[in-house]
């Protein structure tokens, strides 16, 4: 049974009608009733009663309208799947968020690819270190990642959204906590919680900035995370310089203060070279509007 002669027999079946169904489907009159009479033979049953007044089904061809309905609805349904595949507006991506990028930016990532892909689901990955990331975005175990440049490794391309301010994060005790002008040599001395990751993007920005003002940070703890280091903060087992974001995430016991001369560090989208895929490049191209969109009205981003 082929497939035409499926259509065909469905439209005569709800038209019940040869020269109708025929126009409908811009074939020969003769040719139509020809492919109905190959798909009774084919089948060793008559589909339709003809008379010269009306067309009407048989209780065989009422089974086989409906079976033919579903059957049909399942192929036009994949056809629309396989072109929303390739056009990049159906499937499943996995992005990657580095420490406090999904408090500022995964709400409008989601909301934005809703919008603009509803047939794209997201999975998320959060507090995922740069190092990390590059490893499943290299071994493809993720798509897209929200990570601080520079990408380590080889094969992985990026672009930058954001430029943030690095700012100090003390006990809320801390005599620094209530000082009214805070520069970095006023942290020579102090115990500094840092990210337990060697290729940390944070931490380099972070013994730069120190070095720049003369000295070494005091490297007494690491932390896995973000809030796993700024509970180390809460907990007076050191100070913290973090990326400006970090002030989304509020926590008892912990106090935020801007720093002359800490330097920045930079948020970026990244991805594997090379790698052809629709889903993902339409996913960027989204991205590419939200984050144009924020840079063109600052005023409307989040507030840090």
Not at 11 to 24: I, N
Not at 98 to 111: D, K, M, S
Not at 181 to 187: K, N, P
Not at 210 to 238: I, M
Request: charged share 20%.
């Amino acid at each position: 049974m082929e497939l035409r002669h499926l259509r065909y027999f469905a439209t005569v079946a709800e038209t019940c009608h040869f020269g109708r169904a025929a126009e409908l489907l811009h074939v020969a009159q003769p040719a139509l009733s020809q492919a109905i009479r190959q798909l009774e033979a084919e089948l060793g049953a008559a589909l339709f009663t003809r008379t010269t007044r009306q067309v009407r089904l048989t209780p065989a061809g009422e089974f086989l309208h409906a079976e033919a309905r579903r059957v049909l609805g399942s192929v036009d349904d994949s056809v629309r799947g396989v072109r929303r595949i390739a056009q990049g507006r159906l499937g499943l991506v996995r992005v990657a968020f580095t420490g406090t990028a999904a408090f500022t930016h995964l709400p409008r990532i989601v909301r934005a690819v809703r919008r603009e892909l509803p047939g794209v689901a997201l999975e998320i990955h959060a507090d995922l270190l740069t190092p990390a990331q590059c490893d499943g975005l290299r071994d493809g175990s993720l798509d897209l990642g929200l990570l601080r440049p520079p990408a380590t490794g080889e094969e992985i391309s990026v672009r930058t959204i954001e430029v943030e301010p690095l700012v100090l994060a003390v006990p809320a005790d801390h005599g620094l906590a209530d000082e009214p002008v805070i520069a970095m040599a006023d942290l020579a001395t102090e115990s500094f919680v840092l990210y337990g990751s060697p290729d940390s993007a944070v931490n380099e920005a972070v013994v730069r900035s120190c070095r720049q003002a003369g000295f070494l940070p005091r490297h007494e703890h690491d932390a896995p995370g973000t809030a796993v280091l700024l509970a180390l903060v809460a907990a007076g087992l050191g100070i913290a310089l973090v990326p400006a974001s970090a002030r989304a995430m509020p926590l008892a016991g912990v106090v935020f203060r801007d720093v002359a001369g800490a330097g920045s560090v930079e948020l970026a989208l990244g991805w594997r070279e090379h790698r052809e895929s629709a889903l993902v490049t339409s996913v960027l191209d989204v991205l590419d509007g939200v984050f144009t969109h924020e840079q063109h009205h600052p005023a409307r981003k989040a507030i840090r």
